[in-house]
């Protein structure tokens, strides 16, 4: 099955004055047509909108007398995955295509969705062709004019210019990119242009009106006044509500921001349950703690090996010494891990074990029969002074130890500045402290992801088959290289802290008042 990569693309205001753009693009290159096409396309979902909340959507598009259904996958992050896959497969005319849709995301990802997806919206798209040819580069422009409609008649216009590099320069990569960052120039320097952040059916979807797509908000800071009682209760609502969000788009496996997200929302969930824990059921509250923990430390293996994933490019550069073949073989070998990681934390989303989580967040949430009556305000210094303790005894134990003592003072200044977060309107914590926390625990991260690309590196040796000499070669280089990190855990930890100024940060929290 082709995959397709998506081109550039830029939203048009109503207001754009087409011959300024075309004037402009005249004077970087040369422009051939223009030719006129139409393209109808249907955008499908099911009533609860199960295919978005996955991060993906599907398309019945008739364009050039050809019939297709398209999946597209929508990420969460464009930075983090700047060139989401495009899946196409033709249609006959009498197909149903919301079975064929409801089949093939089963097929494709195992999304098994509740109903076929039915008509969400409808585009009409007038497109207008040019070919473009700048310094032997020859792209493809194209103007679209898009009318969008919902199913209950509302109607909207839009407009697009996407530019798509058809004929590199000679075969030269770097030429050819050099030449499409000047016609991208050019085309930002135009008035009613600007770079397009979401997909079209995104911007369509809210243009109709019917709502963003989104997957859970993070929850307002706790107030001195409310209720402990309920502030922690709502803290653990939303987290979990945005744990639930990220689930479909794990499973379907394509954008790492899902599981990354999932994560962020885990570690908040469990912070929020030992924070507040005398604010919950004590049985329910130890058990949701072990489960989620359970269930954190197996979606934490799927992003690690995201991240190592993340890494090649960089130490594709910093070990040129090391043959394309190996990285490519190390590559694989990585992809083969993740996927035995991914299967092993999808088992932990469904069945009875999942239930009973379900369960346990909601007798944690329920009302409390105790009648507890503390304000978030009363206690917020006693629970921040528990964690500034815990995060002094880690920086202590940094001084004696390694790489684990390192990870472990990056566990604690996460886990203050989560309980910050959710209490930082009760202490009016400045944002300097929140700053400098994230930045402590971004230098910390990096260090234990050099440690662990040495621990990674380590498996991949022992995995079948057997590495040939190449891929051997630069695995030991990545054992080497992580082992080295490892070293000077304990030296960039301590100079880390320093530069942060984290005892004083700490001892300030610790006597706010002084």
């Not at 195992?110 to 580069?137: H, I, K, Q, T």
Request: net charge negative; hydrophobic share 45%.
């Amino acid at each position: 099955m082709p995959v397709v990569r998506a081109p550039p693309t830029f939203a048009c205001a109503s207001d754009l004055v087409v011959a300024e753009l075309l004037d402009r693009l005249q004077s970087i290159g040369t422009l051939h047509g223009p030719v006129d096409a139409r393209a109808d396309e249907i955008y499908l979902d099911t009533r609860g909108d199960e295919l978005a909340a996955a991060g993906v959507t599907a398309r019945c598009r008739d364009y050039a007398g050809v019939r297709t259904i398209q999946l597209v996958v929508v990420p969460i992050d464009p930075d983090e995955l700047p060139e989401p896959p495009l899946l196409e497969r033709a249609v006959s005319r009498v197909d149903d295509v919301g079975a064929a849709v409801r089949s093939w995301v089963a097929e494709q990802f195992g999304l098994e969705l509740g109903e076929a997806p039915r008509e969400v919206l409808s585009l009409v798209v007038a497109r207008r062709r040019w070919s473009f040819v700048v310094d032997e580069l020859r792209l493809e422009l194209a103007l679209d004019e898009i009318a969008a409609s919902e199913p209950h008649g509302r109607r909207v216009r839009l407009g697009e210019l996407s530019i798509e590099a058809t004929e590199a320069i000679s075969g030269d990569p770097v030429r050819a990119a050099a030449v499409l960052r000047r016609v991208l120039a050019g085309v930002r320097k135009v008035d009613g242009i600007e770079e397009a952040k979401t997909s079209t059916f995104e911007r369509a979807r809210e243009a109709l009106g019917l709502g963003e797509l989104g997957y859970g908000a993070k929850p307002a800071p706790l107030g001195a006044d409310d209720l402990l009682v309920d502030g922690a209760r709502r803290m653990i609502a939303s987290w979990w509500s945005t744990v639930r969000a990220h689930i479909p788009g794990v499973r379907v496996g394509v954008d790492p921001e899902h599981v990354h997200k999932l994560r962020v929302a885990l570690r908040r969930l469990r912070t929020a349950l030992k924070l507040f824990d005398d604010a919950f059921q004590p049985a329910a509250a130890a058990r949701l703690r072990d489960s989620t923990r359970t269930l954190g430390r197996a979606f934490g293996a799927v992003r690690d090996l995201d991240v190592q994933r993340a890494a090649l490019a960089g130490w594709r550069q910093d070990f040129s010494t090391v043959e394309v073949s190996a990285w490519r073989d190390i590559c694989e070998r990585i992809d083969r891990e993740r996927n035995a990681a991914r299967k092993v934390a999808l088992t932990l989303v469904g069945g009875d074990a999942w239930q009973e989580i379900q369960d346990d967040v909601e007798r944690c949430i329920a009302p409390d029969p105790r009648g507890l009556r503390h304000t978030v305000g009363a206690v917020a210094p006693v629970l921040v002074r528990k964690r500034v303790d815990r995060c002094t005894r880690a920086l202590e134990r940094v001084e004696d130890g390694g790489a684990a003592q390192a990870h472990a003072l990056r566990i604690e200044v996460k886990n203050l500045r989560y309980s910050l977060d959710f209490l930082g309107a009760a202490l009016a914590v400045e944002d300097d402290v929140m700053e400098r926390l994230a930045a402590l625990q971004s230098v910390l991260g990096e260090v234990q992801d050099d440690v662990q690309t040495g621990e990674l590196a380590t498996r991949l040796v022992a995995m079948s088959p057997r590495p040939p000499s190449a891929t051997a070669f630069g695995l030991g280089v990545l054992v080497g290289y992580g082992r080295a990190r490892a070293d000077h855990a304990t030296r960039t930890a301590l100079h880390a802290a320093a530069q942060h100024g984290l005892r004083e940060l700490l001892a300030g929290l610790a006597h706010p008042h002084d």
